[in-house]
């Protein structure tokens, strides 16, 4: 019987490697086969994952972890047509059937058919749909032929590997959030959160044109990474407003689009820096996006937060100033990036070297048994994207 390990939630602040089962071609008691096995070359640690770690979520004890994954095809089921044993591939954070009505309108992070409990499916996440996590050294991928993206050259794919590994979700989901925004030549924006989806996004502001990208968070650190490619920064932990620290650099305190990229677990800004205020970013956005202007939400919203600050928290029922958003006029976008829509675009601005997405997001290639340690420098706000290497194909 061959070996795997995986990275498992084990409780609040805990995760540890596990060895844990060789993936088989099959979903519960049927077997898979539109499905493949991939040998891991790079899984990524998410800020997604780290909601779950911090005890955030209702995610079970044992549940293995890990849905941005890039892999090496060495088994594929009878019915794969399109993907070979070799293939290099991204794999899509959202699970999509292809088939169902969902999928055929493009809207993959919403699929209808692979999560009995609610539209929409991902690795290793709670709530969705309980498919087993890729910060492993193998995984099965179920509908391969729709969901996976093969890279064109192997030897080329590797060499560029810290960059495409950011395919199967943040790259994607940080463009989603800027086009969603609205970004185009020209535009003004402020990406709140300079984590790795904030800076992503930002990167991904400038690929789409912008004039000016402000990004905007309490950690010095990233920052200072946000100005290391070219982006004004606004510190939240300082007295002046959001507003007024906009207006000091471009003139006027409002924006032409504003991304949200930190979500439920938002804090304070100014006197209030450290609180948790989960809906600070969402009021903010409203009050320096322009009228008429957009707010792309890429930032998770949870129905479930046993750590939420108050009972309507814990439900993700939030204190949202929504009068001033319909005064303004004002569209947002909420919900999973579909990443098919983007990832093949965006490899090719990778191959093209028209964008360092790795370099933005200060990419730190670790092995499967640093990732606890990785989870815990996360946590603590460390300015880099962690890429877990568990067969050393990477370095």
Excluded at 267 to 281: I, K, L, N
Excluded at 294 to 319: F, M, Q, R, W
């Amino acid at each position: 019987m061959a070996s795997n390990r995986g990275v498992a939630y084990v409780k609040a602040g805990v995760v540890e490697v596990q060895s844990i089962d060789f993936p088989k071609l099959a979903i519960g008691s049927r077997k898979c086969e539109h499905g493949v096995i991939l040998k891991i070359v790079s899984t990524n640690i998410c800020g997604s994952d780290q909601h779950m770690v911090r005890g955030r979520t209702t995610a079970p004890a044992g549940l293995v972890l890990g849905h941005e994954i890039t892999g090496e095809v060495i088994e594929a089921g009878r019915d794969v047509e399109f993907i070979k044993a070799g293939d290099i591939v991204s794999v899509p954070f959202n699970i999509a059937c292809g088939r169902c009505r969902n999928c055929k309108e493009g809207k993959t992070g919403i699929c209808l058919e692979v999560n009995p409990a609610r539209p929409g499916a991902a690795y290793g996440y709670v709530d969705m749909g309980g498919w087993v996590g890729g910060q492993a050294e193998y995984v099965m991928v179920p509908y391969a032929d729709f969901n996976l993206l093969r890279f064109p050259d192997k030897a080329q794919a590797l060499s560029k590997i810290k960059d495409l590994t950011l395919l199967s979700d943040i790259f994607p989901t940080g463009y989603h959030g800027a086009v969603t925004a609205g970004v185009g030549p020209g535009s003004i924006v402020y990406i709140a959160g300079a984590g790795p989806v904030g800076l992503a996004s930002a990167a991904s502001c400038h690929l789409l044109g912008a004039a000016c990208v402000i990004v905007g968070d309490l950690i010095d650190e990233r920052l200072a990474q946000a100005r290391s490619f070219g982006c004004e920064t606004v510190d939240l932990k300082k007295s002046a407003t959001l507003a007024e620290q906009i207006e000091q650099i471009i003139g006027v305190p409002e924006v032409d689009a504003a991304v949200d990229c930190v979500g439920f677990e938002a804090r304070g800004h100014g006197s209030c820096c450290g609180v948790e205020q989960p809906a600070t970013v969402l009021n903010a956005a409203m009050e320096i996006t322009r009228a008429g202007g957009a707010i792309g939400i890429p930032g998770l919203y949870v129905t479930g937060d046993p750590g939420g600050v108050d009972e309507n928290a814990k439900v993700g029922n939030l204190s949202i100033r929504i009068g001033l958003g319909w005064a303004k006029s004002h569209y947002f976008t909420t919900g999973q990036c579909p990443v098919m829509k983007y990832h093949r675009q965006l490899m090719q601005c990778i191959l093209h070297d028209k964008i360092q997405i790795a370099k933005a997001v200060n990419v730190e290639v670790i092995s499967l048994d640093a990732a606890p340690q990785g989870y815990k420098d996360f946590d603590k706000g460390a300015a880099k994207k962690y890429v877990i290497d568990p067969h050393g194909m990477v370095a």
